[in-house]
């Protein structure tokens, strides 16, 4: 055999071969046989080295994909949004067993949102950063997500607020008067240095003509103070006034066994002291009742009350209202002309610790009037009180002298309170 020529057609390989001289040529039928053999072997050997198998058609005109799945070019693909993950289409956004990625599987009470298992919060609570939280009381997440309280105030129905009566702070845990405080003097932390003391918010040497007395370091009036009423660290009961020394109910109260209640609406003092309501009665403007006689009032342990405008139980029973707040269409807002600072109602154009506005402290003994910082009075406010300029003819917190607070719903008219 000294050569071979081989070519592939849709026929069986044509071979050709030329024995060498004087040898016999073989039969029709044997090169016949042997050519196949060798186009056979040929054909597998090609298939073996890499001939394509034949692709398998998953859809086509006829043969639909499942759903959720698209046909492209004859394979299922899963539509846009969605991922394959064991040979099935799923959101990685949403699903609880592929959360993020094939496989992330989420824990018990948890859900799938955005790729993240995040708790599944029941309301009123809502998820804050992968915790539930109800953003009502929370004083990290107060109103909304992040939204952190001031360490000086609480969270309260959504809002940031002080727990203490009005002008005071909360500071390290307790309700101070920053306007008098040594050791908080005109803010949380603020030490006044030995031989000053703090006066209006501001450390001084010499205490003002508004608060001459000296307490612990501070420059109060012991005539209305209500933290030293009367007398250095004599304060008063929750609720009560200082009034000329002596601890006393606001004008709208009456003080029963020491203390301030509602006659209007107390079950316990109905219209007067010790004038308890029947059992299964409830007491409306001072009068035992069987219930409440209108629809916008509410029976609020005893007593009926207007949640759209009670101070103590605004918008719902128990909700009251602090830090100078009161309470209007059911809830707690600073009053007109006012505004909240640092969890405080105050007034930007006569606060000497919020002037023109919040935190806005003037120092060096300057007073606040009409929203500035100023070294004295002027003549439309001549008289400073607690740091801040007065009318006292017309002024029903400061009415004639400084701190003489005229009767909820009285006017001050040149100098003294008169009833409506």
């Not at 030293?228 to 066994?257: F, T, Y």
Request: glycine letters at 12%.
């Amino acid at each position: 055999m000294d050569r071979f020529v081989f070519s592939m057609n849709s026929e069986p390989p044509n071979l050709s071969f030329h024995p060498p001289q004087g040898s016999k040529r073989p039969t029709q039928q044997g090169w016949f046989g042997f050519r196949m053999v060798l186009w056979l072997g040929c054909f597998g050997w090609l298939n073996i080295m890499g001939c394509p198998p034949t692709p398998t058609v998953e859809c086509d005109a006829k043969t639909a994909c499942p759903q959720g799945k698209r046909c492209v070019e004859g394979a299922c693909l899963c539509v846009a949004g969605y991922t394959d993950c064991n040979k099935s289409c799923v959101d990685l956004q949403t699903d609880t067993a592929h959360c993020g990625a094939c496989g992330g599987v989420c824990k018990t009470g948890e859900a799938c949102r955005q790729g993240v298992c995040v708790p599944i919060c029941i309301p009123p609570q809502d998820d804050c950063g992968g915790r539930c939280v109800d953003r009502s009381n929370d004083a990290a997440h107060c109103g909304s997500c992040n939204n952190a309280c001031a360490p000086t105030t609480r969270c309260q129905r959504s809002l940031c607020v002080s727990p203490c009566p009005a002008e005071q702070l909360f500071c390290g845990g307790l309700c101070i008067d920053p306007k008098s405080r040594r050791t908080h003097c005109g803010t949380c932390g603020n030490t006044c240095e030995i031989g000053k003391s703090c006066a209006n918010g501001d450390c001084v040497a010499a205490c003002p003509p508004d608060a001459t007395d000296l307490c612990e370091g501070g420059c109060v009036d012991l005539q209305s103070n209500p933290l030293h009423c009367g007398g250095c660290n004599k304060a008063c009961p929750s609720g009560l006034l200082c009034n000329k020394g002596r601890c006393a109910c606001p004008s709208d109260r009456l003080e029963c066994g020491g203390n301030c209640i509602d006659p209007q609406a107390d079950a316990q003092h109905c219209g007067k002291c010790n004038s308890a309501c029947p059992s299964g009665q409830v007491c409306a403007v001072g009068v035992c009742v069987a219930s409440c006689p209108s629809a916008s009032s509410t029976n609020c342990s005893g007593g009926c009350f207007d949640l759209q405008s009670a101070n103590a139980h605004c918008g719902i029973c128990g909700n009251t209202c602090t830090a100078g707040q009161v309470c209007v269409a059911g809830r707690c807002s600073c009053p007109p002309q006012t505004t909240l600072c640092n969890g405080l109602c105050v007034d930007l154009q006569r606060d000497v610790l919020h002037c023109g506005l919040c935190q806005n402290r003037c120092a060096g003994g300057n007073v606040c009037a009409a929203g500035r910082c100023v070294a004295t009075c002027p003549q439309d406010t001549p008289s400073a009180c607690l740091g801040g300029c007065f009318d006292l003819l017309q002024t029903a917190r400061h009415c004639g002298i400084c701190n003489n607070a005229c009767p909820r719903g009285a006017t001050c008219q040149n100098g003294r309170c008169v009833a409506p």
